[in-house]
């Protein structure tokens, strides 16, 4: 299990400080309106604000109660209210009738309105359509960026994927430009950036014009380089079944903002319990990164060892005793409660995950990302969809298929969708609209490929146009090119070499050793090559915006391996999942550097497809 | 023009300290100044210009007008002959007389000229009209001192500035007074009527005190305060017609003295006020009466300062007070038309003849004379300067300055001096005094004499702070270049440190000497952004008003010479290009605005909403986007709305956004325009769902087919249909069955019917919906598990051959806890599924068998490892002995 971590691997910045940093504004933000008053907070910032500061803290700064907002009339009878909600049209609408109700009854309130982590145009705009723009003052809470463990710093919105891979809505783009701005300010100047796709351009520009607005300040850089990815560049493994410890339990009991819920089975007691999941919880600490198969061995040794810490009072005198119980005991007692607590969530895991089922789920998928049996595999994917096992993953699976084969056959396009549209309704027909959209379920096109096309065309004009026609063609219809891609790159290992989980030779181990996730791959290359430079052929494939810069004037530093040099920032936009963040771990070890994630928010193959989704409730 | 002057003034720049400097041009008297003294104050009269004008009448028949700081000076000359057709020439010139300006008089007669306090000319016209103009010439704009002036006429009218800006106030021929604070945010206010003034007063003057302004006026024996809502008589207390009443009242009451104005200690002989003047800080007022004495005394009219009799009877043409900030005395200059005189605290008087008409300007430390040829400073002589050049004068500047004199000429007479002052230990104090007299001196000679002394003296000194010093050779070097002919600005050093650099950087801007207005800045080192920048800005707003240059070649060189200037608003620029109507080149230099948010307003503003938009995008700014999409859906009709979204994605689908939230049914015809016939269907479907009742519903998915037909999307066209198909039959079931099936899938519908005994209805969706065999006998087997129906089962089972084998059935009835059922069908798996089957059950041993028949080592394996090792060990044995063998094979 001792992985042989190099002991130069540097320091992590303390990103405490943007905790206190949102904090601080927030008290600050709050006192602007004087007295006591009522705040509503958007449901899906509550469990972020409470990270940030809990309910005593918000009582100490007059906040009498607390609501969540929920779209319905209120029944508050402060004086003042204030409403810390994210900019959604919405929930903007919402407080406009909450006004306006107030107004119709003659009833004189404050009202405050504070938007996080920015307000948009069209926010204001409504307040001013309502006719309440007057009434209400507004402000901007800029609480980028949460930090959900030492290495991993989320911005806490998941519909930035919907928002801008679906719909095309670039309004979260300068937010992330924004959080970028911030780390840079506060743990940079970064020396080096690389990114890749659209969005991750776009945020870098974003994020440079905010940096020659404001002014510079030499400091000793905590943070050397910087990686933008697209999540769109590899939609291949989000959509994989996690094994890893800490990805599978976001699987199946969904962590929120790095706490999980585990219902009574897990706790063997009639409540659940909420837990940390992060690196202060020393259990989860050293399994979080294992395959699922080593966890169980793993915890049983743990126990052992735990059972001779306790056996040791045995043979005390009074004196050693003392010492024990004042110096040991809580800190058995603690491990104890937690070793106790993830030996029941592995059961429960184990329950759920060792039957017949989830192995053959694994079984095909691993067949799809090698491109075996393809044909077996569609067979057990209708089987799926008729037996209605779960509309998640029946969904998940035909994406899987087309993502690795380049999009489905015509004929088994239609017999696939119609029997998914009989089992889970007709409804599925607008999500499958959408999965085409952004290429996630696609048909293939009769007759001639694109790729060929493509490369006939790259041949004959020279590569600049090449790429305006990519773009061009890419808007026709996205390919996600994993064959050519897992052969580029090598990410599917050969499946007749047996793979030892116990001690992995790479990143592939996070998926049983059948593949290295692609998001990860192109961060190791990148940062091996030091640019694109050989990645050529890789990135047309992706659909380019490649990019490298130098930022900064300390170009010549670079060269120097420095502490911070060898600290890497990985920023997903779209989201990324526990297994990439374990991959990158693995990485990071492996290379004596560390990563620090920050994503839009952490996903999952359910979470991702769930956006997918058109909620017409 | 640029260039030349560049190199002008860099060379003057550096060498104003250095050089003789020519900005006392012909005069060649090394000390232009003759000291005179009145009691203890001493005066001098320094030469500033010979003016550069050639005007042949000098100021004869002119109407002047000087702004105080070394203004600009104004000259309305009246024509020759006076005939109809002849019209008066408005001429500007600076200090120094350099023409600026000069265009012949087209509007009505003019009544008073004045300068505002950032250099724009005020011309009063007899009808109350005010016109303003810049430095140049140009017309800016006019206002009216109101409608009842048109017929009364402005008798009279004085320009005058107050903390709150420049002011104009007149007085008509109906004998009321008008005022005008702030002639920038014009606010007229009409004063209450004067008892018993017939025409215009004898004299009256402008006052601001306690932040209000009045008017003090004079009507032959008569003084009177009016302000706002009253007008109050002073009275004289000499005078005997005083009542009674008032005495009883006074009597009373001491309080209300301060009602009675009066300025007291004036002579009994006095009879009537003939002129009055006010000094620049409005605290001191002078006074006088047709007897020839001059009263000076606070503005408030408690105090008295002195009274002199000049003995000249005629009144003065102009009064003004001479007397520098913290001076004790008071000092006024009067003048006639040959003579000037200066009368401070006692009874004698200091008196010049003038040569020439002159015209006299208050200044803060004071006053200028301006002739026909000639441009004088009178002021009083700072004590510094005093101190140290009074004859045999032993301060310690002067002894410093001797000593240094001694030094030059390396006589060992200066250390004597030095060893006198530094025996008094007073070497710091001669230092500061030299300094500060080099400050109060014009002659650049004399200033560089006197700071040589300092610094020598300074070299005696261990820890002399080296600020002033510095800070005084700078401020020098700034003033003698504003000085100088060329720029004509006379300023003093009292006056520049009143104004401040940045007000004078703004006059130099004022007069488009931008070289000279970057090389202070640079050498001030004032901070880019309020520097040279600025600067650099104003030059490129008068730049772009070049209406003769093309677009092309301004943008060129706006743009190479703003290149790396920092904190530069191109957009202010292009907004004023905008303003004098070239479109064209504000665009172009919108092009170099690096930030897209000033870019945008100004293009909408140009109803460029096409380029604006597109900026917008390249921006990243959605927020930006959003302004000018809402910006566009006002402004245009919906289909080029629409139109104008389609060729811009991004725009498009942020305003999809928006109407998804807001307005459905805005997104209807957006997709309506684009013919997205696919968009549209779901659209419908997307609707349907939100539809509660049926019928509505079936329209909304009709429509949502035809779309999909349009679309040529069969396959969704047919499912929708499907879909309606269902809900017809879901509904007609829920009404004789009642059943709560509306809503559900095809596959929970079913699986419904099935769960409540509905075979029929069942079978018959089935066949209706062509449901694969696969699906529906997978639907019936669990549907009948689920209900424990084992006889129906068995029945389904023999009924046909089963799709999906019979390996579920046996997995369905274990899922049951039915082991009994289950081993009904274990027979019916096929071989390849028997070891799955027999597993399943729990049959080891069967499975070993089947195992073992099928001679497959991966399934023996399997076997394996569920058996364990102390109860199975006969069939362990057993399967390892057919593992080995098949292995073989």
Sequence with gaps: MAHSVRRDAPELPDFSLLKRLARDQLIYLLEQLPGRKDLFIEADLMSPLDRIANVTTLKQHDVDKLYKVEHKPIVSTSDQLCFLIRPRIKTVKWICDVVNADKAFGRFRRYKIIFSPQKFYACENLLEEQGIFGDVTTDEWSFYLLPLDDDIISLELPEFFRDYFLEGDQRWVRTAGSALHLLHSVYGPFSKVYGIGRCSKMAYESWREQVEEGEQRARQAEIGNVFLIDR????????????????????????????????????????????????????????????????????????????????????????????????????????????????????????????????????????????????????????????????????????????????????????????????????????????????????????????????????????????????????????????????????????????????????????????????????????????????????????????????????????????????????????????????????????????IVVTTAITNSARLLESMLDNHA | MWASLASHLAYHVTTVINSVCVCVCVCVCVCVCVCVCVCVCVYRKIELYEMGWSLRDGLKECLVAAAPYGGPIALLRQPQRPSSSARPQLEIYSSSGANMASFPWKSGPVRQLGWTVCDDLLCIQEDGTVLIYDLFGAFKRHFSMGNEVVQNQVLEAKVFHSPYGTGVAIVTGASRFTLATNIDDLKLRRLPEVPGLQGAPSCWVVLTQDRQTKVLLANGVDLYILDNTSCTPVVRQTQTTYSLLCLIILALSPLTVCVFQTPPGLSPQACSIVNMAVSFSYKYLALFTDSGHLWMGSANLKDKLSEVDTKVRTPPKQMVWCRRPKSQQPSVVIMWDRLLLVAGECTDTIQYTLDEESVCVAELDGVRIIGGSRHELLQEVPSACQDIFKIASMAPGALLLEAHKEYEKSSQKADEYLREIKEQSVLGEAVRQCVEAAGYEHEPETQKTLLRAASFGKCFLSNYPPEPFVSMCRDLKVLNSVREYTVGIPLTHTQYKQMTVQVLIDRLVYRKLYPLAIEICRYLKTPEYQGVSRVLKHWACCKVQQKEEPDESIAHAVSVKLGEAAGISYSEIAARAYECGRTELAIKLLEFEPRSGEQVPLLLKMKRSQLALSKAIESGDTDLVYTVVTYLKNEMNRGDFFMTLRNQPVALSLYRQFCKHQEQDTLKDLFNQDDDHQELGNFYVKASYKEKKLEARLSLLQSAVDEYNKAKNEFAAKATEEEMKLLRFQRRLDEEKGEALLGLSLQETLHALLTSNFHKQAEQLYRDFRVPDKRYWWLKLTALAEKDDWEEMEKFAKSKKSPIGYLPFVEVCVKQHNKYEAKKYVSKVTPEQKVKAHLAIGDLEGAAEAAIERRSEGEISTVLSRCSPTTDRALLERLNRARSTAAKK
């Design chain 1, 232 to 595: 769109d560049v590899d939609l291949v493994t989000p959509l994989c079944s996690q094994v890893v410890y800490e990805g599978l339990v976001d699987d199946i009991f969904r962590i929120k903002c790095g706490c999980v819920e585990f219902c009574p089975d897990v706790t063997s007691s009639d409540k659940s319990i909420k837990v940390m999941l992060n690196s202060q919880d020393k259990v989860f600490n050293e399994i979080r990164n294992e395959h699922f198969s080593q966890v169980f061995g793993f915890l049983s040794q743990k126990a052992r060892n735990l059972q001779t810490a306790y056996d040791k009072r045995s043979g005390m005198n009074i004196k050693q005793m003392k010492t024990f119980v004042s110096e040991e005991l809580k800190g058995l007692k603690q491990e104890h409660r937690l070793l106790s607590l993830h030996i029941g969530a592995s059961e429960s895991m184990m329950k759920k995950k060792t039957k017949q089922d989830f192995q053959e789920l694994l079984k095909t998928e691993h067949s799809l990302l090698e491109g075996f049996e393809i044909r077996e595999c569609i067979s057990y994917i209708e089987e799926h969809i008729n037996r209605q096992v779960s509309m998640v993953e029946s969904m998940r699976l035909l994406c899987l298929l087309s993502l690795t084969e380049n999009g489905l056959l015509p004929k088994d396009y239609r017999s696939l969708k119609a029997q998914f549209l009989q089992s889970y309704g007709i409804e599925h027909l607008l999500t499958f609209s959408n999965l085409k959209q952004l290429g996630l379920l696609v048909e293939q096109q009769p007759g001639e490929t694109l790729t060929v096309m493509e490369s006939r065309v790259g041949k004959l004009v020279n590569d600049k146009t090449a790429g305006k026609l990519t773009d061009a063609f890419s808007s026709l219809a996205k390919k996600s090119n994993f064959r050519a891609l897992g052969r580029r790159l090598n990410l599917v290992p050969k499946s007749d070499e047996e793979y030892d989980l116990r001690v992995p030779r790479d990143m592939a181990y996070i998926f049983s050793g059948a593949y290295i996730p692609l998001s990860c791959k192109l961060i190791e290359q990148v940062l091996e090559r030091d640019g694109w430079t050989g990645l050529e052929e890789v990135t047309r494939m992706l659909n380019g915006h490649e990019f490298a810069v130098t930022a900064g004037s300390n170009g010549s530093d670079a060269r120097v391996k420095t502490d911070s040099q060898r600290i890497i920032l990985v920023m997903f936009l779209g989201g990324c999942t526990f297994s990439e963040i374990s991959a990158l771990r693995f990485l990071g070890r492996e290379k004596g550097i560390k990563f």
